[in-house]
């Protein structure tokens, strides 16, 4: 072992020390599994830092359908981000964004996410013409920063790209632990234009009461509910309640891991505006739309 790995290792004992109290020490054996995790994180924060710098970044996307008689189906999509390593392996964010987060990285996959889509929407207006909206994912992280709203605010203003079609996802559990916070953010995002989705929806501590002070336009609903909804009534009961509050406060719902006919039924039943999952479309490369216009 050399120098370097024995101090990275005990650079990640002296985390695991710090993560589970003061006066603390953990000793750094190659075994321990917590010690091997955060070396592991430590390694993805110098990986993930220079795919910033030498473009190891690539885009996926995945389209979002309306259920009936919504809008087209083939106009809105999220943004899903991939990593590529050195080898050519591809990495998803669930590989990832753990260590990006705990490192406070993830701020400024946030950053290089919203300039490179922007750049591409600008670069593709044959694309930019024909979509309602692309959702892109924030983080936590981003959203308590002033530091990335100024400047969210600053390269979102000087875009020529039409803002009405950039639509952020924050997480329910991000909203409701920093609900001032992320009332805030929205509100001064939204006065340029773009609009707010709140995703998993359901997940966590939902209270349909702080759904009031969150001025969001969409609600993700949990894709944990898909999983059970053809079977457990009070699965099913639960996404009409969250949609039936949602269209009162005049937004709109969207339905994850829509996986199957049967499950893409039940949401029509219940009233759902759109849906997302591998039944109605599965991620594919963002470089796939290139030249693909919408009906």
């Known amino acids: 072992m050399t120098w370097a790995e024995v101090l990275s290792r005990a650079d990640s004992a002296c985390y695991v020390a710090k993560e589970e109290g003061r006066h603390r020490f953990h000793v750094a054996d190659a075994q321990d599994p917590q010690t091997v995790q955060r070396f592991g994180e430590m390694e993805?924060?110098?990986e993930l830092i220079q795919g910033l710098e030498e473009g190891g970044f690539e885009f996926a996307h995945q389209e979002i359908h309306s259920v009936g008689d919504?809008?087209?189906?083939?106009?809105?999509?999220e943004i899903l981000l991939r990593y590529v390593d050195r080898t050519g392996r591809m990495h998803?964010?669930?590989?990832?964004?753990?260590?990006?987060?705990?490192?406070?990285?993830?701020?400024?996959?946030?950053?290089?996410?919203v300039t490179h889509?922007?750049?591409?929407?600008?670069?593709?207006?044959?694309?930019?013409?024909?979509?309602?909206?692309?959702?892109i994912n924030l983080s936590g992280l981003t959203v308590q920063d002033d530091d990335s709203l100024l400047f969210f605010q600053d390269i979102l203003g000087s875009s020529r790209v039409d803002l009405r079609k950039i639509c952020f996802e924050i997480t329910e559990t991000v909203a409701v632990t920093f609900l001032r916070r992320a009332n805030y953010f929205i509100s001064a995002i939204k006065e340029l234009g773009c609009r707010f989705a709140l995703d998993d929806f359901g997940a966590g501590m939902s209270s349909f009461s702080?759904?009031?002070h969150l001025p969001v336009d969409f609600i993700k609903i949990d894709g944990g509910f898909s999983r059970n909804l053809l079977k457990d009534p009070v699965d099913a009961a639960l996404v009409k309640s969250i949609n039936d509050v949602a269209h009162i406060m005049g937004k709109m719902t969207i339905a994850t891991?829509?996986?199957?006919?049967?499950?893409?039924?039940?949401?029509?039943?219940?009233?759902?505006?759109?849906?997302?999952?591998?039944?109605?479309?599965?991620?594919?490369p963002l470089s796939d739309r290139q030249g693909k216009l919408s009906s």
């Open 210 to 212: 702080y759904l009031k």
């Open 70 to 77: 919504g809008l087209p189906s083939n106009k809105f999509f």
């Open 44 to 46: 993805w924060v110098s």
């Open 257 to 284: 891991r829509c996986e199957t006919e049967a499950v893409y039924n039940k949401y029509l039943e219940l009233g759902v505006d759109y849906v997302q999952g591998y039944y109605v479309g599965r991620p594919a």
């Open 117 to 135: 889509v922007l750049q591409w929407l600008m670069e593709h207006p044959e694309q930019l013409d024909q979509m309602d909206m692309v959702c």
């Open 92 to 113: 998803l964010p669930e590989n990832f964004l753990p260590a990006a987060e705990r490192y406070s990285v993830v701020s400024m996959l946030d950053r290089w996410v």
